[in-house]
């Protein structure tokens, strides 16, 4: 396992979030290579470096990117998701506090790159103090003529506004991310037919994952093959992992994609706490299908690797529970979260998130049945490719990875 | 767009390419259920409930926000596609208290059609699992919402946001705590405030003025248009015979018409109808003496016969047809005839939707017919006011009243005149649309309309 | 009761104004700023929002009743929102929380009477690396223990002295 540090390079820089600090380490020192380039120039290497979105999906950037109209006729915006509220994931955190400045080269080769002159932070709203420090690195950067009218003298623009949620999950979802940053309720929309930008008060939007954007300068310095010198072929580079729960050191650790997982967690992690025996491992954040054990030992981190073993890499962020752990619970916390956090737009997620839940209350209070058990994994169903968004069929997923994989444990339950 | 050749359920359809698909659904009486779509408002997805299958697609797909293509086939039916209406439904059912028996939507509610097609209901949920919200909740504007038996369906809100812009209504809260309210303090206040409730598919708005009334299914309806102002919306007077009793006419409710008003009508005139059944005159009075038929007519012949000037009003509100036959008659009488439009004008009735300020119903037809509007101030010797609310102004030495309402002020002869409601007609609303209304209301013991009574008269006179 | 907003926070809503396609966009940041004015946002608040960025109040309403962070009534002073989702949960919030409701004397839900202290539990504030977490208005109190919380007390004790 190789040390890896294209994201995090700074992280262990004391005071790396100032301006002066970060120069000293090479910020902002891949604009001009990326103003010599053409914007579409840009697009090419992105696409050719196969990076990867960051904040859950996977979808190749590059072809985003390309969504966006190339005549530059239209205003248009990028907006960066730094909302981080899937269950297991804080890693933007880590940027946004410890390089922000790397964050904001990101940002002006993007708004370049997608010939836009403004840039949203959607920053969760209970992130307030890491928001602060990115502020004051927005504040420098203005007044060092970073940010602005004139890029360092390059003759492009940029502004960069931050914009806080308040609490609520769905609003990482991307359209409902827009929805917010349009004033409204975080409801996500109706998906479009074909593939097409974003929308944001009608012009076209890209929106990326914090981390995505971070990685643009280092692919801009070291070319495409030089970010393809990472990771795997079809999932190059590296990401944020973070690593949770049951675990001796957990924390966020960039490495690159196909890192073997219990090498990860071994290594990174130091180990299951307390010399325990490892039950299961929750892969990329709380909506990615629970492994156990056993699928732990053989499970890769990287994209194609862990859709073979029938889960998803997510946003990278595992949560480890040892032999101890108690599955019904563990599901119960879960679907506590989705109850929640589903916006209530549709039926089936607005109803399936609190049914599932009171149900498996009851299992948990013992008053259940194994009728209960069934019914819900039909509400699985239920929730599962009928909703507008993708949020109710991951509570499908986690439904079915839990009780699918633990049945006995749910059944003893019912049968005491 | 061209005109492009699509399959549902193996036959055959001819239809706009990109019109929606759940358009071509209910345009052919296709039964798919469905709860947030209205052709008004638009497709908003929530409800889930429109879902067919689609080949080539790997899922079910909601009609509302599907686009027909050359070549589509379609699945309204099938195992898979009604075991996934059925999930949803049931989802739909979860938080509500299910008690259709008392409920005033019932016959009217698409939740109950839907679980009534969908095989019936299982419930295994304890009352106390429910999430609860308010029952009984007065919103104003004579509507009463119960939150229990909302679906979250967004209709009504879209309305106050999209439509009126009013923006009373809303969907306040996240998650299952969601629910429709207005502001703390705030009322639903504005002139088309009652569509909320025929907008609602199921129970969650009802009107105050129909609450308990009446069971729907046992109404009749009849198309009709509103004869509350110039703009002519179409209506469905919905009525009903008790034994032994004269028919009675329960409520007004918008008929969608393109042309004219849409989906919707005013307030004003939805309540309108309570006029149709107050105040009316249903007895001949001579002298202020209820009297027989025939004292009646020969009491008319009379006047009629005493000789000098007579000017004849005829109400705007009247049907072309009606109008036609008084304007002969007057000519027969050598009687100057006259409709004051100006009478009916009221500033602050309009708006720039469908309210319109001219109030009478077929002023257009007036005009149309060419009758004079000027109301005459020479004294006359006789009045024949076919219920032109202006006829007290006339300086006549006697007069004859045709009226559909008691009315202030003496006559020397008063004769009951059929409303809008219990004769047939044509009328012509304010952007020159003929518009026919049917008879809707049948009488134990009939009233003439003019017609009829012009007829009665000159026959008498033969 | 009426609601001003501060000429601080009127200039900053001025200011904001510059940098949207659109003043509708300001929803969320003018709630923010009525809470920290007032502790809450009042009905007054969300009408005088409204009239500042050209939005109906029902559509800013709307918008505070879905975020969890905005309070539409008066809430403690301190408000402790102890994290409960899974990786907080694997690693002792129970214990954290337990001992939260016994030394501030409420429960999850509600205010102290004296209006210090208000105690929620929330999900996951993605922070689970430092589980068990909460957030105390708004500083994020990691990697916590039953002592930890006496300390924080304490240190609040001070304050208000
Ligand atoms: C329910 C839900 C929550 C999400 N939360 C986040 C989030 O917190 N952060 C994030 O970057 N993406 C999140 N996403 C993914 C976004 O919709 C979007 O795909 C992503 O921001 C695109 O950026 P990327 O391609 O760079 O990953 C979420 C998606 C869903 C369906
Ligand atoms: S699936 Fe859930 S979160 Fe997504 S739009 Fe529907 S209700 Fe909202
Ligand atoms: S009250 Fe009726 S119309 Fe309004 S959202 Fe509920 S179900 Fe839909
Ligand atoms: S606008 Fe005029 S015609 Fe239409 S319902 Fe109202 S009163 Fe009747
Ligand atoms: S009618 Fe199509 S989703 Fe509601
Ligand atoms: S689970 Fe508590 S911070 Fe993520």
């Known amino acids: 396992m190789r040390e890896c540090r294209i994201v995090s390079q700074k992280f262990d820089i004391y005071q790396s979030h100032k301006l002066d600090i970060a120069k000293e380490h090479g910020a902002y020192s891949s604009l001009k290579d990326a103003f010599a380039l053409s914007p579409h120039e840009i697009v090419e290497i992105i696409k050719l470096s196969g990076l990867r979105g960051k904040g859950g999906g996977g979808a190749p950037a590059g072809a985003k990117w390309a969504l966006m109209p190339q005549d530059g006729a239209q205003t248009s915006y990028l907006a960066v998701n730094c909302d981080e509220s899937e269950p297991g994931t804080f890693k933007d955190r880590q940027i946004i506090s410890k390089d922000p400045h790397l964050l904001l080269e990101g940002i002006i080769i993007t708004c370049y790159a997608i010939r836009s002159h403004s840039a949203y932070i959607y920053i969760r709203g209970e992130y307030s103090q890491f928001a602060k420090i990115l502020q004051e690195a927005i504040d420098e950067a203005y007044g060092a003529g970073i940010l602005g009218a004139d890029v360092m003298g390059l003759g492009y623009g940029v502004d960069v506004t931050i914009h806080r949620g308040a609490g609520a999950y769905i609003c990482g979802e991307k359209s409902a991310m827009l929805e917010s940053l349009e004033g409204k309720r975080g409801h996500p929309r109706l998906k479009p037919k074909r593939p097409e930008p974003e929308w944001y008060f009608g012009n076209p939007t890209l929106v990326n994952n914090v981390e995505t954007i971070t990685t643009v300068p280092y692919i801009i310095k070291h070319g495409a093959n030089g970010y393809r010198a990472y990771g795997t072929e079809q999932s190059p580079g590296t990401l944020l992992f973070a690593i949770s729960g049951h675990i001796n050191k957990p924390g966020v650790y960039e490495a690159e994609f196909g890192t073997p997982m219990m090498e990860y967690i071994n290594r990174y992690g130091g180990g299951i706490r307390g010399g325990k025996k490892l039950k299961a491992v929750i892969p990329g954040g709380a909506s990615t299908a629970v492994l156990t054990a056993a699928e732990a030992e053989c499970a890769i981190l990287d994209y194609e690797h862990m859709r073979t073993i029938g889960s998803a890499l997510g946003t990278g962020g595992m949560i480890v529970m040892d032999e101890d752990t108690d599955m019904v619970e563990a599901l119960k916390n879960l679907l506590e979260f989705y109850h929640h956090e589903s916006c209530g737009q549709c039926t089936p997620c607005r109803e399936g998130t609190g049914w599932s839940d009171t149900l498996l209350g009851r299992v948990l209070d013992g008053k259940g049945s194994n009728e209960d058990i069934d019914k819900i994994l039909e509400l699985a169903k239920t929730m599962d490719g009928q909703t507008i968004c993708v949020f109710a069929p991951a509570v499908a997923i986690v439904i079915r990875a839990f009780i699918g994989k633990f049945r006995d444990e749910f059944e003893a339950r019912v049968n005491r | ?462 | 009761m009426s609601f001003v907003f501060s000429e601080e926070n009127l200039a900053k809503i001025e200011a904001l104004k510059l940098r949207y396609p659109s003043p509708a966009a300001l929803s969320l940041p003018c709630l923010w700023m009525a809470q920290y004015q007032d502790g809450h946002i009042s009905l007054e608040a969300i009408e005088v929002i409204g009239e500042l960025i050209g939005t109906p109040p029902m559509e800013i309403y709307r918008v505070a009743t879905f975020y969890t962070m905005f309070h539409l009534e008066p809430i403690g002073k301190y408000h402790f929102q102890l994290c409960k989702t899974l990786s907080c949960a694997l690693c002792g919030k129970a214990e954290v929380l337990e001992h939260l409701i016994q030394r501030l004397g409420i429960r999850p839900g509600e205010s102290s009477d004296d209006g210090k202290f208000a105690l929620s539990q929330v999900e996951c504030l993605g922070s689970c690396g430092t589980a068990p977490v909460m957030q105390m208005n708004d500083l994020y109190y990691e990697n916590l223990t039953p002592e930890k919380i006496d300390a924080i007390l304490e240190s609040l004790e001070g304050e208000h002295r």
């Open chain 2, 1 to 462: 767009m061209s005109q492009i050749e699509i399959v549902i359920d193996e036959k055959k359809y001819a239809a706009q390419e990109g019109l929606l698909l759940i358009d071509l659904l209910i345009r052919e009486g296709l039964k798919v259920p469905y709860f947030c779509y209205h052709e008004a408002l638009g497709a908003d997805g929530n409800c889930r409930m429109c879902m067919v299958e689609i080949e080539g697609q790997k899922r079910p797909q909601i009609a509302c926000d599907t686009n027909i293509k050359e070549g589509m086939i379609v699945r309204t039916k099938g195992q898979m596609i009604e075991s996934v209406r059925r999930r949803i439904l049931e989802l739909e059912l979860i938080n509500h208290p299910v008690d259709c028996a008392i409920c005033d939507q019932a016959g009217e509610c698409k939740l109950q059609d839907f679980y009534m097609d969908y095989g019936l209901y299982d419930s295994k949920i304890d009352q106390a699992e429910k999430v609860h919200h308010k029952k009984h909740i007065d919103l104003g504007s004579n509507v009463m919402l119960d939150q229990e038996r909302c679906v979250l369906c967004a209709r009504c809100t879209r309305f106050t946001s999209d439509i009126t812009k009013t923006h009373e209504l809303g969907i306040v809260g996240r998650g299952d705590h969601a629910r429709v309210t207005t502001m703390p303090g705030k009322k639903l206040d504005n002139p088309y405030a009652m569509n909320v409730v025929d907008l609602c598919p199921v129970g969650a708005l009802t009107s105050k003025d129909f609450r308990f009334a009446q069971r729907v299914w046992f109404l009749t309806s009849t198309p009709s248009v509103c004869h509350g102002c110039a703009k002519g919306c179409n209506i469905f007077i919905d009525h009903n015979k008790e034994k032994y009793k004269d028919e009675r006419i329960y409520r007004f409710r918008p008929r969608p018409n393109a042309d004219v008003n849409g989906y919707f009508i005013c307030d004003a005139g939805r309540l309108s109808y309570k006029e149709l059944q107050e105040n009316r005159q249903l007895e001949m009075l001579i002298d202020g003496m209820v009297s027989k038929e025939d004292e009646a007519v020969a009491c008319y012949h009379k006047l009629v016969a005493d000789g000098g000037k007579i000017v004849i009003l005829a109400d705007a509100n009247l049907y072309t047809e009606e109008l036609e036959a008084i304007q002969k008659y007057a000519h027969i009488l050598g009687a100057q005839l006259c409709a004051p439009l100006e009478s009916y004008r009221d500033e602050s009735f309009g708006d720039d939707w469908l309210k319109s300020s001219q109030r009478a119903a077929n002023a257009k037809g007036v005009e149309k017919l060419g009758i004079a509007q000027i109301l005459s101030t020479d004294p006359v010797a006789l009045l024949i006011n076919f219920n032109h609310p202006d006829g007290s102004k006339i300086k006549a030495q006697k007069s004859i009243h045709l009226q559909t309402h008691q009315m202030e002020g003496k006559a020397d002869l008063v004769l009951p005149l059929a409303p809008f409601s219990e004769s047939s007609g044509t009328l012509v609303n304010e952007d020159g649309i003929e518009q026919f209304c049917p008879k809707a209301i049948w009488r134990n013991e009939p009233l003439m309309s003019a017609i009829e009574w012009i007829d009665l008269l000159q026959g008498g006179e033969r």
